[in-house]
């Protein structure tokens, strides 16, 4: 038993591992205090992504608690997007969304809505995998991937949106 305690918590081990070696290089390598603010607090969120998805930590909007050992469920067909969970799956990655287009400017909004789907479609299919490997006990799930894949889609608009305000204000300064 102390065993699958311990395994369970691999993933989130690798997590902590990499993001504490990402940020030693950010602080290392990146001297302009804002940029470098921006990366530390983009590694943040993706960390924080990475243990609410990967891990047997979950968050439901009010509490966090670590789930019982087991492999999870798959759902592939029941649709339920009139729901608190695909709400908060929205929420959770629309800033990813806005740090892909931050970072691949030129790739349009329909680029990524096949993206979105693409990485929703990876995350739910990791968490199938992680479930029965170290038992996180996560439930790949038809609407998280339609929710990850909005989110996506939601933050790259925020983003277009953003960088529209933020030339038109550097135009107008100019004039």
Same mark, same amino acid.
């Given at each position: 038993?102390?065993?699958?305690?311990?395994?369970? =918590?691999?993933?989130?081990? &690798?997590?902590?591992?990499?993001?504490? +070696?990402?940020?030693?290089?950010?602080?290392?390598?990146?001297?302009?205090?804002?940029?470098?603010? =921006?990366?530390?607090?983009?590694?943040?969120?993706?960390?924080?992504? /990475?243990?609410?998805? =990967?891990?047997?930590?979950?968050?439901?909007?009010?509490?966090?608690?670590?789930?019982? @050992?087991?492999?999870?469920?798959?759902?592939?067909?029941?649709?339920?997007?009139?729901?608190?969970? #695909?709400?908060?799956?929205? &929420?959770?990655?629309?800033?990813? /969304?806005?740090?892909?287009?931050? #970072?691949?400017?030129?790739?349009? +909004?329909?680029?990524?809505?096949?993206?979105? =789907?693409?990485? /929703?479609?990876?995350?739910?299919?990791?968490?199938?995998?992680?479930?029965?490997? #170290?038992? +996180?006990?996560?439930?790949?799930?038809?609407?998280?991937?339609? @929710?990850?894949?909005?989110?996506?889609?939601? /933050?790259?608009?925020?983003?277009?949106?953003?960088?529209? &305000?933020?030339?038109?204000?550097?135009?107008? @300064?100019?004039?």
């Amino acid at each position: 038993m102390k065993g699958v305690l311990v395994m369970r =918590f691999i993933p989130l081990l &690798i997590i902590l591992t990499i993001s504490i +070696i990402s940020g030693l290089i950010i602080n290392h390598n990146i001297k302009e205090f804002e940029k470098r603010h =921006f990366y530390l607090i983009s590694l943040v969120y993706l960390t924080f992504l /990475g243990m609410i998805l =990967f891990t047997p930590i979950s968050f439901d909007g009010t509490s966090v608690y670590v789930m019982s @050992a087991g492999t999870g469920r798959v759902n592939l067909h029941q649709l339920d997007i009139i729901d608190i969970g #695909f709400a908060e799956n929205i &929420i959770l990655t629309v800033p990813l /969304g806005f740090l892909i287009r931050k #970072f691949f400017p030129h790739v349009s +909004i329909l680029s990524m809505a096949f993206t979105g =789907f693409m990485i /929703g479609g990876g995350i739910e299919t990791s968490q199938y995998y992680l479930s029965h490997i #170290f038992l +996180i006990n996560r439930t790949s799930d038809i609407n998280d991937v339609l @929710a990850n894949a909005l989110g996506i889609v939601v /933050g790259a608009i925020l983003m277009v949106v953003y960088e529209y &305000i933020t030339n038109r204000k550097t135009v107008v @300064a100019t004039k």
